[in-house]
């Protein structure tokens, strides 16, 4: 099978996953936009096609409790991300069926507070004790303060004579 014929394949695939809106290829990247995608049938399909889970991202949305979250997939040739948005902060859990999917879960848990029900094994990875997953998301969605770059002394104008020894 030709390169070209094995992605038409691998798009069309994509594009038949219930959720997906459109497959774009960039610099042989592919990226999957699918507000409304079926999480299980997209990994059902990878793995059909013998594509791997390589990780999960998410951004959380300021405001509204939802996240945009990225399903990142690793074949021999390129890498497929389908980008979806939770609904009522929750997605379903593939950690049943895609080992590679609990920690990325229990971590999106504990910092966005995004449910993914289903999960064999929802309890915090890295949130503390005693720290609702409110309070990590409410920081993640902060912007960042940017701190000024310290100047060192030796940057400065006056230092422009050499160091003698």
Same mark, same amino acid.
């Given at each position: =099978? @030709?390169? /070209?014929? %094995?992605? *038409?394949?691998?798009?069309?695939?994509?594009?038949? $996953?219930?959720?997906?809106?459109?497959?774009? /290829?960039?610099?042989? #990247?592919?990226?999957? /936009?699918?507000?409304?995608?079926? +999480?299980?049938? =997209?990994?059902?399909? =990878?793995?059909?096609?013998? $594509?791997?889970?390589?990780? &999960?991202?998410?951004?959380?949305?300021?405001? /509204?409790?939802?996240?945009?979250?990225?399903?990142?997939? $690793?074949?021999?040739?390129? +890498?497929? %991300?389908?980008?979806?948005?939770?609904?009522?902060?929750?997605?379903? @859990?593939?950690?049943?069926? &895609? *080992?590679?999917?609990?920690?990325?879960?229990?971590? $999106?848990?504990?910092?966005? #507070? &995004?449910?993914?029900?289903?999960?064999?094994?929802? +309890?915090?990875?890295?949130?503390?004790?005693?720290?609702?997953?409110?309070?990590?998301?409410? #920081? =993640?969605?902060?912007?960042?303060?940017?701190? *000024?770059?310290?100047?060192?002394?030796?940057? @400065?104008?006056?230092?422009?004579?050499?160091?003698? %020894?």
């Amino acid at each position: =099978m @030709s390169a /070209d014929s %094995s992605l *038409r394949r691998l798009t069309e695939a994509l594009q038949a $996953i219930p959720g997906v809106r459109s497959v774009t /290829d960039d610099n042989g #990247a592919l990226w999957a /936009d699918a507000p409304l995608l079926d +999480v299980e049938a =997209m990994a059902a399909t =990878m793995a059909d096609l013998g $594509i791997r889970l390589g990780t &999960v991202t998410a951004i959380p949305h300021a405001g /509204d409790g939802e996240a945009t979250v990225i399903y990142h997939y $690793i074949d021999e040739h390129r +890498v497929i %991300s389908v980008k979806t948005c939770t609904r009522n902060g929750a997605l379903p @859990s593939l950690a049943p069926t &895609v *080992r590679a999917a609990s920690w990325a879960e229990r971590e $999106i848990r504990d910092l966005f #507070a &995004v449910e993914f029900p289903g999960h064999p094994n929802p +309890v915090p990875l890295i949130r503390p004790d005693g720290i609702d997953t409110a309070t990590l998301r409410e #920081a =993640m969605c902060r912007p960042a303060a940017v701190a *000024r770059k310290p100047v060192s002394p030796l940057a @400065s104008p006056q230092s422009s004579n050499p160091v003698r %020894s």
